[in-house]
């Protein structure tokens, strides 16, 4: 009975969209109802219309996963190759032409849309579409915006314009790199509930004391919870029974204070980066080695472009600011690769990042390597290499609008808090709201009979976040993180077996 | 190419059509007729093909432009061989080619005939024959889609983009499977408004429902051998009204539901379409007021007939094989241009015609002015290159096919007249032509040979010739999608 409960809750949904005429809510009350027929076939969470503008990479990405979870996408871009191919590939309309036209966004629909999402290449472009649609009767807006010298002040352009959410792709992709820098045995660490449980991925290597031993053994003694596992491209959850490997990828659930003594506890380094060699002066680099020069780390930034270096110079007097060309060999050498001991590689380039990662590596077997790959479709392929940690800029930036998307249908009636994807999209990291009519409440742990490769990670109860065992149990007004392989999970009680 | 996908979907169009076929078996049951059983045995092995077929599901449900071409093709070939079963099992059509040319003239929407005697046949394998019109209308592809989606992301839109008919075919709403239920609602609402207007007109219900079927799919299936002739003006009034309906895009019907009428009279190709049928309506008027009683009379039917061959329906309510040699020539012109994209309408569409024509007044332009730039719109949106290149290579392979077909089909012994209307009647999917296949003729006089040349040609009209020719181009890349299916 719950499920029909659920299926006619789309209702609400339905009327919410509904536009001015009549005889198009008639229709669209028919189309519940055929809804409502198929509902044993499919089951269809709410859908939001939302509109994207500038179709490069992080827009594709981000279309392809608003479709993926069942949204109305349109999409708009000045050339139309882009669109026909995306035509090709996703279940969504395009409009050609600008953004920043009337006739365009009208033609797109923005006056009934829920959400615009603007990520065309320029700021200025981005801010007028934004503010134009606003004006039009769009829901809600996000703009990227890119610009240090605008992101200042960010919050006085959001709230002028009536943003609903600035993204700055840069900004995040140097915040997760500094993370990845404070403990360099982490691959990749994320943030959850916001920021009292962190998710750290790490390679298990020979020096691990967590290798060739079932988790039941391991784990007991630790205050962390292993949700997610990599071996040869395969992720699957790890049981109680699973084994860890030598040189699989291990995803845990940790408090953030927990981190270091976690990775002291089970063998691996924790000694935090001394000096960085950053190559690439672009606008990550800028973040960057703002943030750690307050934290008194050393860096060495290599640019190839005389007015860029010098334009970095200036804003970080501390940092040391070299004009050169970063695949330069002697050059990396002579700056001392062999004594840093950590490189980022943030050209434009994906290859060249790759290339100077695994470079860097065969000179300095211990460094800690970070790598920006931006475009690069073949993750496997650059998966299989030993690069250490990647950066993934256009997944940062369609996770945050994810984030954002999934506030949205929360607040209209869907179950599901916010959704993290990690591990390179494979897994979902979900937060589940726990309510009255919940079946899974006053069960322990133990005794839930729960779907393969799905794993309770974290209860926040009253604002306290614990890692659960087996005798624990959902409380009524608890929130749950449950990480997965499953995607498309909508309700708590998905997760039952 | 994705094999495993192509057969999965196949197998899930021969279920649909065994689904399909249960209408036909309860009005088999209801008039208490024999061939309810070759009904039933045609399902029997429809489930059993379709199942084998959908048995395991493909893991990668990813299709490729060629992929939607060759499902929809193949998949139109298929369900009309298995359409046919019935008619022949139970020997109401004992020639199994005969009875391929009439559900493929059903599935088709085009109408044409090669019985001499409609009226021997039971209901049940009446009503069979009027309800393939009205799946072939919209398209059997797009109705599997309204209910599950086949195909992973954009594979949908090639799909739909090779069944549905028009230069440029695009979605209304984001999902191809909104879009596909929006659609066949219209398409739904309007018929069963139809079958009450007609019922009203003192027509039995069965007829209704069948009529309405052929105007609906603009196929042109009666249930008598006077084709409309015997029924009451109202009712003819009412089928030309509707046959004028369906022969529009039903973009138009969506935009009216949205309150956007604007859009609606800024549409070039429904101004076209109605600017040509109206004037050919009045010239036939006036040059053949005086084979009838009265002037309102002679609109009546020239309306009729027009609407009749414009949309490519085919219905008469006359024969105007014995027109004044004026309005033959309008009827063979107008029965070219057909209805608009995106109706149920065949033929060459008038978008095209537009584009044509004004692509042809840009080259002129452009002698007298070599440095001109001239850029060609409809509805105030520029035409892509692509679109245009389309356009200009459908119309030759369409003149060639016609002209081929032409050839072949003169070898049996008819006059020119005959064969070259029967040809365009099959290609542009209309059903009647002039001469012998005339609105009181048939293609019964065809040998087994020319039966199966217009089977093809209807086929070609229905799906746009290129899903149809691209079936027979060699596959160059097999070998490295093989690699990526794995």
């Known amino acids: ?497 | 190419m994705n094999k495993r996908m192509v057969t999965y979907i196949l197998g899930i169009l021969l279920l649909v059509e065994s689904g399909l076929m249960v209408l036909p078996v309860i009005v088999a049951y209801m008039y208490n007729e024999k061939i309810i059983f070759s009904f039933l045995i045609t399902i029997g092995i429809l489930l059993v093909s379709g199942l084998l077929l959908t048995f395991k599901k493909p893991e990668n449900k990813t299709i490729y432009s060629r992929d939607g071409f060759f499902i929809v093709s193949l998949g139109w070939i298929v369900l009309s061989l298995f359409g046919a079963l019935p008619f022949t099992l139970s020997g109401e059509i004992p020639n199994y080619v005969d009875a391929l040319f009439e559900t493929v003239s059903g599935f088709t929407t085009t109408g044409a005939s090669a019985l001499t005697d409609v009226e021997a046949l039971s209901k049940s394998a009446l009503f069979w024959r009027s309800f393939t019109h009205w799946v072939g209308g919209m398209g059997v592809l797009v109705f599997i889609m309204a209910v599950v989606p086949l195909a992973r992301g954009g594979g949908n839109l090639h799909l739909m983009r090779a069944e549905s008919p028009g230069p440029d075919v695009g979605k209304l709403v984001p999902k191809s499977k909104s879009t596909a239920r929006i659609l066949y609602g219209i398409y739904l609402g309007m018929t069963i408004v139809e079958i009450i207007l007609l019922k009203l007109g003192g027509m039995s219900f069965f007829e209704s429902v069948t009529l309405s079927f052929g105007t609906a799919g603009t196929g042109g299936f009666g249930v008598l051998n006077t084709s409309i002739g015997s029924y009451s003006v109202y009712c003819q009034g009412v089928i030309t009204i509707f046959m004028i309906l369906f022969g529009v895009n039903f973009n138009m019907y969506f935009f009216l539901l949205c309150g956007k009428i604007r859009d609606i009279f800024k549409n070039e190709e429904l101004r076209a379409y109605l600017g040509i049928m109206f004037s050919s309506i009045i010239i036939i008027t006036i040059n053949i007021h005086n084979m009838f009683d009265s002037i309102f009379m002679a609109f009546h039917h020239s309306a009729f007939q027009v609407a009749s061959v414009m949309t490519t329906t085919g219905y008469s309510t006359t024969d105007f094989d014995k027109w004044p040699e004026l309005s033959r020539a309008i009827m063979i012109i107008v029965m070219c241009v057909g209805g608009c994209a995106g109706s149920t309408g065949g033929g060459f569409k008038v978008s095209r015609v537009l584009i044509l024509l004004k692509s042809a007044k840009k080259e002129l332009k452009k002698l007298s002015h070599p440095r001109s730039v001239n850029v060609i719109t409809l509805d105030g949106k520029r035409i892509s290159d692509e679109v245009l290149r389309g356009t200009t290579v459908y119309f030759t392979i369409y003149i060639i096919i016609m002209i081929g077909s032409f050839l072949l089909v003169s070898i049996d012994k008819m006059d020119i007249t005959t064969n070259m209307t029967a040809v365009i009647a099959t290609l542009n999917n209309i059903g009647p032509g002039l001469g012998k296949v005339g609105p009181t003729g048939n293609f019964s006089e065809y040998t087994m040979f020319s039966k199966i040349v217009f089977i093809l040609n209807m086929l070609l009209g229905r799906l746009e010739l290129f899903p149809m020719l691209l079936m027979f181009m060699p596959n160059i890349n097999a070998k490295k999608n093989k690699i990526k299916n794995s």
Not at chain 1, 86 to 110: F, M, N, P, Y
Not at chain 1, 149 to 154: A, H, L, S
Not at chain 1, 171 to 181: G, N, P, S, T, V
Not at chain 1, 283 to 291: G, Q, S, W
């Open chain 1, 1 to 497: 009975m719950a499920e029909l409960a659920d299926a006619l809750d789309l209702g609400s949904n339905i009327n919410r969209c509904a536009g001015s005429s009549p005889v198009i809510r008639t229709i669209q009350r028919l189309e519940l109802q055929a809804h409502f027929l198929f509902y044993f076939i499919e089951r269809t969470a709410i859908e939001l219309k939302i509109i994207v503008v500038g179709i490069g990479k992080v827009g594709y990405t981000v279309a392809e996963q608003l479709v993926a979870e069942g949204h109305d996408v349109t999409l708009i871009d000045t050339n139309e190759n882009v669109l026909n191919e995306a035509l090709g590939e996703l279940d969504v309309i395009a409009v050609g032409g600008t953004g920043a036209s009337r006739k365009v966004l009208v033609e797109a629909g923005v006056d009934e849309c829920d959400l615009l999402i603007a990520l065309t290449g320029s700021d200025e472009t981005n801010l007028l579409i934004c503010l134009l649609a606003r004006k039009l009767g769009a829901n809600g807006t996000i703009a990227r915006v890119r610009n240090p010298v605008y992101n200042e002040d960010i919050s006085l352009i959001r709230d002028s314009l009536g943003l609903s959410m600035a993204i700055n792709p840069e900004r995040e992709a140097a915040d997760e790199i500094l993370r990845i820098l404070k403990f360099p045995s982490a691959k990749n660490i994320d943030i959850f509930a916001k920021g009292k449980v962190n998710m750290v991925s790490f390679v298990a290597d020979k020096r691990c004391y967590l290798c060739g031993k079932p988790i039941k053994e391991t784990f007991s003694k630790l205050n962390a919870l292993a949700c997610a596992v990599e071996r040869k491209n395969n992720i699957f959850i790890p049981y109680g029974d699973s084994v860890i490997k030598e040189n699989d990828i291990v995803a845990v659930l940790v408090s953030p204070d927990e981190i270091p003594s976690f990775f002291k506890s089970i063998g691996l380094p924790v000694n935090s980066i001394q000096s960085t060699i950053i190559i690439g002066g672009g606008r990550i680099a800028h973040y960057l080695a703002v943030e750690m020069a307050r934290l008194k780390m050393k860096t060495t930034i290599i640019e190839r472009k005389p007015e860029e270096a010098e334009r970095l110079s200036y804003l970080l007097p501390n940092a040391n600011v070299i004009c050169g060309d970063g695949t330069n060999r002697g050059l990396l050498m002579e700056e001392g690769l062999g004594n840093a001991s950590a490189i980022c590689c943030l050209t434009g380039f994906d290859e060249e990042n790759i290339v100077l990662s695994l470079f860097a590596k065969s000179v300095d077997p211990n460094i800690k390597t970070i790598a920006k790959v931006n475009k690069l479709a073949f993750q496997e392929v650059v998966n299989s290499l030993d690069i250490g940690s990647i950066i993934y800029p256009k997944y940062i930036t369609a996770n945050q609008i994810l984030q954002h998307v999934r506030a949205k249908q929360n607040n209209i009636g869907s179950n599901v808090e916010t959704l993290y994807k990690i591990i390179d999209n494979k897994v979902e990291a979900l937060e589940f709201h726990v309510s009255e009519d919940s079946e899974l409440v006053n069960t322990t742990l133990e005794e839930m009979s729960l779907r393969n490769n799905v794993i309770i990670g974290a209860i926040n109860r009253k604002g306290k976040v614990f890692i659960p065992h087996g005798k624990d149990k959902l409380e009524i007004g608890d929130s749950v993180i449950i990480v997965t392989t499953i995607s498309g999970l909508s309700d708590l009680d998905d997760i039952k077996a």
